[in-house]
């Protein structure tokens, strides 16, 4: 079936649908590293600089002709500046960044899916920008060894489709992951450089908090110390970034006119709590704690079904029996029957 005729029936997607432009505005200053990551954020720009010189002057070109682009794996915990980087590293190269829609890449009829990864790859080499895949692993995750379900092939041939796009592809993607064991292996020798975004230490956080902070606009009082706020909470940039702003709204909220207040060493104290405290309650589960009211009745839940299940084992052995000694009683009648009949 055409791609028209199946875009008038099930509904088409364009390539804008499946990726979000964005006109960098940030840039490597914005964001604050490690030293080790800031190096090879570096490495990995020298290399898109140097792209013509390896290929084109140097000949490399004619004599490999596919991965001829540059792919970049950043690696690492959410928050600590992928998707920064990435906006930076297109910002240097003066090219557009395509963010990449899984939402609207995904399809539910067979095969629509692959079509859409490679379409976002031409229109990316069409537009010559950079491409970006944020929590990768949603699509490039391993591939099924056995196959037992129609959307395990369908993965499957998502994945083989991703790879072998990026083989062809010209231009710079950019792939961020917070969970870099779930990547497929093929991966690794398909992409260029692959770049581990670290938790930032006590340097580098005390930094992240004062880059946070308009220099002449955000009011602060005399006690706050951002270096005691660094050296207390080893947070990632993205956690600092939230427990300012909280900072800023409690400080709002306090009684006086706006004018005077001003947002203290207790306000980012608070802010970070807060912080901490919504991570734990993303982490609490129904099944974390065996020996806890909810633990305990899930585990009494579990074993009255096992002891239900052992019941309906029963009853279907019995059930079979009954019904064997029927038909054999019915065997025997029926032969008795038949001899009584001759």
């Known amino acids: 079936m055409a ?49 013509d010189l ?24 959410p928050g600590t500046g992928k998707t920064i ?55 490039a995750s391993r591939r099924f ?17 991703l790879l072998h796009e990026l083989e062809s592809f010209p231009g710079v993607v950019i792939f961020a992951t917070n969970l870099a064991a779930n990547i497929d292996p093929a991966f690794e020798r398909r992409i260029r450089t692959h770049i581990l975004f670290e ?6 956080r ?3 908090w004062a880059v946070q902070i308009h220099a002449r606009k955000t009011p602060l009082a005399p006690d706050v110390d951002f270096r005691a706020l660094a050296a207390s909470y080893p947070r990632t940039g993205g956690d600092i970034k939230n427990a300012v702003l909280k900072a800023a709204q409690i ?15 207790r306000h980012f104290i608070q802010g970070m709590a807060e912080v901490m405290a919504a991570e734990n309650v993303m982490s609490q589960s129904l099944f974390d704690e065996p020996g806890g009211p909810l633990g305990g ?26 019904v064997g000694a029927a038909l054999l009683a019915a065997g025997v009648l029926g032969v008795s029957l038949v001899r009584g009949l001759l």
């Open 297 to 322: 009745a899930v585990g009494r839940l579990a074993e009255g079904q096992e002891e239900l299940r052992a019941v309906l084992r029963k009853t279907q052995i019995i059930a079979y029996l009954a």
């Open 85 to 139: 980087c990435a906006e930076a590293l297109a910002y240097a190269l003066d090219k557009k960044l395509l963010v990449v829609r899984y939402s609207e890449l995904e399809s539910r009829w067979v095969g629509q899916t692959a079509k859409h990864v490679a379409a976002v790859f031409r229109s990316a080499a069409r537009e010559d920008a950079v491409l970006f895949f944020d929590e990768a692993d949603a699509i």
């Open 145 to 161: 060894s056995s196959i037992t379900a129609a959307y395990e092939r369908e993965a499957n041939g998502v994945v083989n489709v």
């Open 54 to 77: 390896i290929f084109e002057q140097w000949g490399l070109a004619e004599r490999h002709s596919s991965g001829l682009g540059l792919a970049f794996h950043f690696a690492g915990p």
């Open 251 to 265: 400080a709002t909220v306090e009684p006086g006119p706006d004018s005077e207040k001003r947002i203290h060493q």
């Open 206 to 208: 005390e930094r992240i």
């Open 199 to 204: 938790m930032p230490e006590v340097d580098e």
């Open 3 to 51: 791609d028209s005729i199946r875009d008038l029936l099930f509904g088409g997607v364009s390539s804008s649908q499946l990726m979000e432009a964005v006109e960098p505005r940030r840039t490597f200053d914005d964001v604050v590293l490690p030293a080790t990551t800031l190096r090879a954020l570096n490495h990995a720009l020298a290399l898109v600089r140097k792209h």
